[in-house]
């Protein structure tokens, strides 16, 4: 049995109105195949590759999720009136990408996180402000990240579905044509 290689599949933008007609570019492999053979191993393969991203991308999201979480909980801790050189109040759910699970906020907001928040102990007010200010600037970054992330899921979904269908719609189709042929016979 060949293996059914496509470089690439789409949708036609120059497709009848309402209809979605299916591009197939680079196809080797697909010898002794009918059309609709053809069309659902192309489409279902492009559906389990689209399905992994989509899963990479949930993951994604979760992991920026827990890091939201965990400048939410250091901001409190800010905010109510911690030090710099305190013990960082991090979720366990949070998984420590580059600073010790036992780091202060300090060590969190600038190893872990990359923010610039340098000041002398203790804090003054407007100093406590300018850091709970960058944090929030931070968390504000990584909201804008996760609707992206979200817009960037629900395309693929939407892709995978056009896929599906499209699929479907031409192995239904060429179904119905060779029993139709085959009656006729």
Same mark, same amino acid.
């Given at each position: ?6 470089? /690439? #599949?789409? !949708? ?5 109105? &309402? ?14 195949? !009918? ?8 489409? #279902?393969? @492009?559906?389990?590759?689209? *399905?992994? @991203?989509?899963? &990479?991308?949930?993951?994604?999201? !979760? /992991? ?24 960082? +109040? ?11 699970? +036992?780091?202060? #906020? ?20 407007? /100093? ?13 970054s990584a909201n804008t990240?996760?609707q992206e992330d979200v817009? *960037? ?6 892709? @995978? ?7 479907? &719609? ?6 119905? !044509?060779?029993?139709? #042929?085959? &009656?006729?016979?």
């Amino acid at each position: 049995m060949s293996t059914i290689e496509v470089q /690439q #599949i789409g !949708t036609n933008r120059y497709a009848p109105a &309402g209809a979605n007609a299916v591009c197939l570019y680079g196809i080797e492999g697909a010898d002794g195949l !009918t059309l609709a053979q053809l069309v659902s191993a192309v489409c #279902i393969r @492009r559906c389990a590759h689209l *399905e992994s @991203r989509a899963v &990479g991308r949930m993951n994604k999201m !979760t /992991q920026n999720n827990t890091y939201m979480d965990a400048l939410a909980s250091v901001c409190k801790q800010i905010a109510a009136d911690a030090e710099l050189n305190a013990a960082a +109040n991090i979720p366990d759910s949070y998984e420590m990408r580059k600073a010790d699970r +036992n780091c202060t #906020i300090y060590q969190f907001l600038t190893l872990e996180c990359g923010l610039d928040v340098t000041y002398a102990y203790p804090l003054t007010y407007k /100093q406590r402000m300018d850091v709970i200010g960058t944090v929030k600037t931070a968390m504000d970054s990584a909201n804008t990240t996760s609707q992206e992330d979200v817009i *960037e899921l629900q395309s693929m979904i939407n892709w @995978r579905d056009v896929t599906y269908n499209a699929s479907s &719609g031409i192995v239904s189709r060429y179904g119905n !044509t060779e029993a139709n #042929i085959a &009656g006729n016979i």
